[in-house]
């Protein structure tokens, strides 16, 4: 993507809407192979696998099984994908303040929004391209799968950092754009707050010990979980 400042408060753009609907056609297209390889697909069929990549547990072979394995995941990220864009387009669509802070959220809507709904995409049509070689016992393995997710999530957020690091250097907000590295994380000794706040969330400061204790904290769960998943199966 190729960012460019606009002399003054920038037009709001309208959200990428194509990425709902193509989000939402992935899981269309995955049933329609479903209906293509229909006698390929055993009866029951697989509906969960262990660590090691074996069936453990199954499903009768019906319309309303398999529209719900695709269906759901598929419905969630659109319906996320949605979500996200109407929040962030309706809070910059209204946004009000000083001048450099409705500069700010239009130029942020404008920026986020399509990586926003392109790594949705490519994570739906992952987790989809799998369900669908597993249930047709092409291929299975739940650590490729979890391999493929983390790094179309680090791509995100890559991404992410990307557009709030441009945003800082274009549309800096005078509080927080100084203290950012890498777009991302918040540095500065002189703020005793843990936390501060940005344009659509909240973020820690690095500067503090307590703000390293709670995210290590928070990103041990995951790979605990994970952990815990490749042992035991």
Not at 88 to 97: F, L, T, V
Not at 146 to 153: D, E, F, K, N, S
Request: glycine residues 6%.
């Amino acid at each position: 993507m190729v960012f460019s400042r606009e002399p003054d408060t920038p037009t709001l753009q309208k959200p990428p809407w194509k990425w709902v609907w193509l989000t939402l056609a992935t899981g269309v297209l995955a049933l329609l192979a479903v209906y293509l390889n229909w006698e390929s697909i055993p009866d029951p069929f697989p509906t969960h696998w262990n660590a090691r990549g074996e069936a453990d547990a199954f499903s009768d072979k019906t319309w309303a099984n398999l529209f719900g394995m695709f269906g759901l995941i598929t419905g969630i990220l659109t319906l996320v994908i949605a979500a996200c864009f109407g929040l962030i387009y309706q809070h910059a669509k209204h946004a009000n303040g000083q001048d450099w802070q409705v500069a700010r959220s239009r130029a942020t809507c404008n920026s986020m929004l399509t990586p926003l709904g392109k790594w949705m995409f490519v994570l739906n049509a992952v987790v989809v391209v799998d369900i669908y070689l597993s249930v047709t016992q092409i291929y299975s393995s739940v650590g490729l799968l979890i391999a493929a997710i983390i790094i179309v999530v680090v791509l995100l957020l890559w991404d992410m950092a990307r557009v709030q690091k441009w945003l800082d250097d274009h549309y800096p907000d005078p509080k927080t754009s100084e203290h950012m590295k890498w777009g991302m994380f918040y540095y500065n000794p002189k703020d005793p707050n843990m936390m501060v706040h940005r344009d659509f969330n909240s973020t820690f400061n690095m500067a503090h010990t307590g703000s390293w204790i709670v995210i290590g904290a928070l990103l041990s769960i995951p790979v605990l979980a994970t952990a815990l998943i490749v042992i035991f199966g």
